[in-house]
């Protein structure tokens, strides 16, 4: 049941959502209302070395918000992005695992070259025959010696498993009985490639008794203080999932913290195409936006491949706390060391009297073979970084009201000891220092911005630094800026938005409507089971045929994390001009979603030429799906199947989408004719309405 405010009502009375992203510097928490206000905000040191690890932060941000908002505010949801995975990964924080692969006897020799563990893991490994009696023994055996050695999580892959996966359960139980954390092969990925599944199964084990204790830690925290208020995890892809998906695949966590940015600025900003930057006080994030979604990639992890997509996420080592390395009077580079890894505060934010008698001076860091950094000596002993904050906030380009925002004259102070040892003024020191911290960003969104097709495309800022660094960026690749609004809280408000999405793959040698039917009620079902409301739910299917590859996606809201203010008939005709001009026409719409057109005539010199653009929104206004130009039938699936021949005739089928009472269906990439016309005959079966949405060229 959807919820929206009443004449009467406050947000403090239907309820928030809260949203906390814990980072590698700070760790924030908002809270939204139903139609997105901002009611409160948090921001704490991220808590790394506590010995409850960041979940003591997590609290703290939640203690913050919740003190901040009217008591008896009901919270629908708590959820929230983390480092943990990524930094356990990064740091060696992994446990003592156990490879146990499965197989035909004569095949173990084989097995054994590709199952081995990546480097950097410590592993034991072990072989057991599926065809022989023993089965269960020979495993029993095996974990029994492991306990001797210390191994603490197994990771169980068997040849051929996605086939049928019975065995590698079997041995998951087994695994269990004795007390260890299991990850199963098949459960990452049912794509073909033992040793993709088995790399990915053996890192993810290595990271779950680390992911399990702050679960722990996070559920206890959380629930002390909000029993019964569900908790979500966000994930890479951008979507979220339940904590108990975050405890049994804590690797889908890896890079959930710039996903959830580039998930809040989509949303909270209806998003399309771009190129979306976060800047943070260590690195910066970069990230892709195409047709209103995250570009997502395989993720590669210890220098490996993985099965597993997430958000193709460029990091830079140059963000708001970055030091400056001098030479000759020029800056030779900004980042990537930074004060909060030196342990120097930032001039900008010292007290004017604090610097008195401050000078310039370079130093070396510990780690780091080069020196340079330009930092400022005070009588009393104290050092203080010289920074890109700085920089910004002696040029004046932080408003009062911004999180980065320090002491002016301590920065211009700053900047101008800087600009002495330059030959320069403070301005044109300050800005020496944004155009080398800018260097770095601009090669990673054009190498982005190229990759995706989208060179032109507006480039979109986050992070407390953004409107600072967006524009110069921008102006050097001669592309429009935004920065999204509430910038500096934006992965905590895309962990808030967060919606539940399962992605599953199948090697297939062609297109077969069997398979592609089962891997969508296969992902259907999984996230109904991870807490998605199954009225909300849309379900994508793609093949690519080059890599042999059937992908469906399944996405869906939190029942609860779906009541925002649900849009009037007349909003949601609003949103939809905004999209498609004045002549958007309503053509169908169900309780979720609402599909408009419009004709759309341009005149050329020779022939003029008419368009039917069309736009599937959402409830709240969200674009879901977008088509320059199409053809839409509306009807029973009887009536509208036979008028999609027509657009047959080719070798290759269109885009085609499907709209029900209560389903988005999109068939983007089921490029086969014959194989696309019987897949919708039995998807659609049971359906009494339906638009069938093509793609026009």
């Not at 900003?269 to 047709?291: C, H, P, Q, R």
């Not at 009887?638 to 988005?664: F, K, M, N």
Request: neutral net charge; aromatic residues 4%; hydrophobic residues 45%.
């Amino acid at each position: 049941m959807q919820a929206s405010l009443s004449a009467t009502e406050t947000p403090a009375q239907v309820g928030v959502r809260i949203g906390i992203d814990v980072g590698g510097t700070f760790t924030k928490g908002v809270a939204l209302a139903l139609d997105g206000e901002v009611l409160a905000i948090s921001q704490v040191p991220t808590t790394h070395a506590h010995d409850q690890g960041v979940a003591a932060g997590v609290l703290e941000a939640l203690d913050q918000v919740l003190a901040a908002l009217p008591p008896k505010t009901p919270v629908l949801l708590v959820a929230h992005s983390t480092t943990q995975a990524t930094n356990a990964l990064l740091e060696g924080d992994t446990a003592h695992i156990g490879i146990l692969t499965l197989g035909e006897g004569q095949d173990e020799r084989r097995i054994r070259k590709v199952t081995q563990a990546p480097s950097g893991l410590r592993a034991e490994w072990a072989f057991v025959a599926v065809d022989r009696p023993d089965f269960a023994a020979q495993i029993q055996v095996v974990l029994g010696g492991w306990q001797q050695l210390g191994v603490s999580a197994v990771a169980v892959s068997e040849a051929f498993g996605v086939d049928d996966p019975a065995r590698e359960r079997q041995a998951g139980e087994l695994v269990r009985a004795v007390g260890l954390p299991v990850t199963l092969g098949s459960d990452l990925s049912g794509s073909y490639g033992l040793e993709m599944r088995t790399v990915s199964a053996a890192i993810n084990a290595s990271i779950l008794p680390t992911m399990l204790r702050t679960a722990r830690h996070v559920r206890a925290a959380v629930g002390t203080r909000l029993p019964g208020v569900p908790l979500l995890i966000m994930r890479g892809d951008g979507g979220a999932a339940s904590l108990q998906a975050f405890e049994e695949t804590p690797l889908h966590t890896v890079v959930s913290g710039p996903a959830a940015s580039l998930g809040g600025a989509i949303m909270r900003g209806a998003l399309m195409d771009g190129v979306f930057f976060e800047v943070g006080g260590t690195s910066t994030n970069v990230g892709a936006i195409k047709d209103g979604r995250p570009v997502l990639n395989y993720m590669t992890v210890l220098g490996a491949p993985t099965g597993l997509r997430a958000a193709d996420i460029r990091i830079a080592g140059v963000a708001g706390g970055s030091l400056i390395r001098l030479g000759r009077k020029r800056i030779e580079e900004v980042g990537p060391r930074s004060a909060h890894i030196a342990g120097l505060g930032y001039a900008s934010f010292a007290l004017p009297e604090a610097l008195t008698g401050a000078r310039l001076t370079e130093i070396s860091l510990p780690g780091s073979p080069l020196g340079g950094y330009a930092v400022l000596d005070v009588p009393s002993g104290q050092r203080y970084a010289i920074t890109p904050t700085c920089a910004a906030n002696a040029l004046g380009a932080i408003g009062e009201n911004g999180r980065a925002y320090g002491y002016p004259q301590s920065a211009r102070l700053a900047l101008t000891l800087l600009g002495v040892h330059l030959g320069a003024s403070l301005t044109q020191a300050a800005t020496a220092v944004l155009e080398a911290s800018a260097e770095k960003l601009v090669r990673l969104v054009q190498d982005l911005a190229r990759e995706y097709g989208l060179q032109g495309t507006p480039l979109y800022g986050g992070g407390g630094a953004a409107s600072v660094l967006g524009p110069v960026i921008a102006r050097r690749l001669g592309v429009p800026f935004q920065a999204v609004a509430n910038a500096d809280v934006i992965s905590s408000i895309g962990a808030a938005l967060a919606v539940i999405r399962v992605e599953r793959e199948r090697t297939v040698t062609r297109q077969d409507p069997t398979i592609a039917d089962l891997l969508e009620r296969d992902v259907l079902d999984e996230a109904v089971r991870l807490g998605a409301d199954p009225a909300s739910l849309r379900v994508e299917t793609e093949y690519l045929a080059a890599e042999g590859r059937l992908r469906a996606v399944a996405v869906g809201a939190h029942p609860l994390s779906a009541r925002t203010r649900v849009l009037g008939g007349d909003e949601l005709s609003a949103q939809a001009r905004l999209v498609l001009g004045d002549g958007a026409k309503l053509i169908f719409g169900g309780p979720y979603h609402s599909l408009f057109t419009a004709r759309v005539e341009t005149r050329g010199l020779l022939r003029r030429r008419v368009q039917h653009p069309a736009v599937v929104l959402d409830q709240h206004g969200v674009r879901l799906l977008r088509f320059g130009n199409a053809v839409v039938l509306v009807g029973r699936p009887s009536e509208v199947l036979p008028g999609l021949a027509p657009y047959l005739g080719t070798a290759t089928a269109p885009q085609v989408a499907v709209l029900s009472a209560t389903r988005l269906r999109d068939y983007a990439h089921l490029h086969d004719p014959g194989t696309l016309t019987e897949h919708l005959r039995g998807s659609l079966r049971l359906e009494s309405q339906v638009a069938l949405i093509v793609r026009q060229e």
